[in-house]
């Protein structure tokens, strides 16, 4: 069984989102970030671009600060 990782770009940004920007990511979620944007997927499957424990990067955040802000979810 995969982890997916999924995202949404936001427009408002509540004031108390816990938001991390994306130099503050480890590498793989880094990778993980990019690939999504640039493709222009909503979903992807984490092992298509990182290992899986990777994803623990985005546990800390709700928001995500890179081109825009993106909503994150792994499931």
Do not use: Q, W
Not at 11 to 23: G, K, L, M, Q, T
Request: with cysteine; hydrophobic share 35%; glycine share 4%.
């Amino acid at each position: 069984m995969g982890v997916d990782i999924t995202i949404e770009r936001v427009e408002n940004v509540p004031a108390d989102s816990r938001v991390c920007h994306y130099d503050e990511l480890g590498e793989d979620a880094k990778a993980a970030l990019a690939h999504l944007t640039d493709s222009h997927e909503d979903t992807v499957d984490a092992a298509d671009v990182l290992d899986a424990t990777a994803t623990t990067g985005f546990h800390d955040c709700e928001l995500v600060k890179y081109t825009d802000y993106y909503e994150i979810s792994v499931h």
